[in-house]
């Protein structure tokens, strides 16, 4: 492809740094501008610039970004440029409110198991830009990535789910689903859309394959919860479409351990189970987490604010084996408001190490320890990674 001479690179995280780096490799003189540098609202940085890259946690509402659309400069999403810069790749892409990581790694296990060359890229880990060339690329996509894609289409397009999140972000449900349902604007006819059963219309012209959790599949998964379930049958979908045979797909879906931060078992201290599922950071998530579990729960919650209501979890609390939550961060208002009609007891306890001391405490040989945040991280922690690295700490603390 060809690349205009000069780009600027909005946003120096992770993503940003991969593009900047696979465009420097290409000859491009590349403009990086940073929040953190200071220097990311001067419009004078675009001058002679012939596209803007901007990294996923960077919002179209940015000045440097309404300006380039001014005056005509394109606007590419960091997984835009990728998808463009792999040309000839087969791209499986992966997105919906929750399970996106749990279904790529497994994905990626599935191709493994086969034989086949792959990478697993996107929101995951590794940029997309980040990637030398395969035959397959298995690649989570999340709304922010999507916001300006243009071009990328995938061989695959699968979203698990979709539930109000990021309305901070977005601004609106509607917004937020807009985003997401670009995974499937470009598909062919030769390529597969895959979505949840009975769920309405999507862009594109794929061809439809549907799943839900009760559908058959070539073994159980050994992930626990209803959800992960339904993880795994689109998965299998996906998998199938994209030419997987069924013995892989089974070998798969019995090794898979899981992904750190997602229902993760911990230790196991005096008889109580100790679960991080810190990656739980909006109500459809801890509602899942909360349904995963038949024994006696004692809940950790709380966290930053999204912009999302926690009414419907006063409902999953009410039906759970919850036994109590331990509420944290500057949501506990919201949640102790929320929450009270499930009739569970609530404790305020303001970080996740007096949540934790609290809940040991109460728990009981057979009960579980459950970090299911319903929240963000940004109130306490640097992300949702660095929450659960926290509790795991704690955790191996009182086994010592």
Known sequence: MTLPS??????????????????????????????????????????????????????????????????????????????????????????????????????????????????VAGNVGRPLTGVEQAEWVVCELSSFQLEDVHEL?????????????????????????????????RQSPEDVAVLPRDFGPVPGRARRVEFSADDPLPAEPALPGRHNRENAAAAVAAARAAGIPEQAIAAALRSFPGVSHRLELVA???????????????????????????????VIMGGSLKGESFAPLASALAESSARAVYLIG???????????????????????????????????????????????????FRDFEERGEEFRRLVENLKA
């Not at 979203?159 to 509607?174: A, C, K, T, V």
């Not at 404790?347 to 320890?369: F, H, I, M, T, Y």
């Open 268 to 298: 196991e201290v005096g008889g109580v189970r100790y679960v991080n599922d810190s990656k739980a950071t909006n109500v459809a998530a801890a509602r899942r987490a909360l349904s995963a579990y038949g024994a006696p729960l004692h």
């Open 6 to 119: 000069s780009v600027l690179v909005l946003g120096l995280a992770r993503s940003g740094q991969a593009a900047a780096q696979a465009l420097r490799e290409r000859g491009v003189e590349v403009v990086g501008v940073d929040r953190r540098q200071g220097d990311d609202r001067d419009p004078g940085l675009l001058e002679g610039v012939g596209l803007l890259v901007k990294s996923p946690g960077v919002p179209s509402s940015h000045p440097l970004v309404r300006e380039a659309r001014k005056q005509g400069i394109p606007v590419w999403s960091e997984v835009e440029l990728g998808y463009r810069l792999l040309e000839g790749v087969s791209l499986v892409g992966v997105t919906g409110t929750n399970g996106k990581t749990t279904t790529v790694e497994l994905l990626g296990e599935m191709f493994r198991a086969a034989g086949r060359e792959v990478a």
């Open 330 to 380: 500057e949501a506990a208002d919201e949640l102790e408001q929320a929450l009270a009609p499930s009739g569970v007891p609530l404790r305020r306890c303001g970080d996740l190490a007096s949540a934790l001391r609290a809940a040991s405490r109460q728990a009981r040989p057979g009960e579980v320890v459950l970090l299911s945040p319903a929240c963000a991280s940004y109130d306490q």
């Open 153 to 185: 289409r995938c061989a695959v397009a699968v979203l698990l789910n979709l539930e109000p999140d990021h309305l901070d972000r977005h601004g609106s449900f509607q917004a937020y689903r807009a985003a997401k349902l670009r995974l499937f604007a």
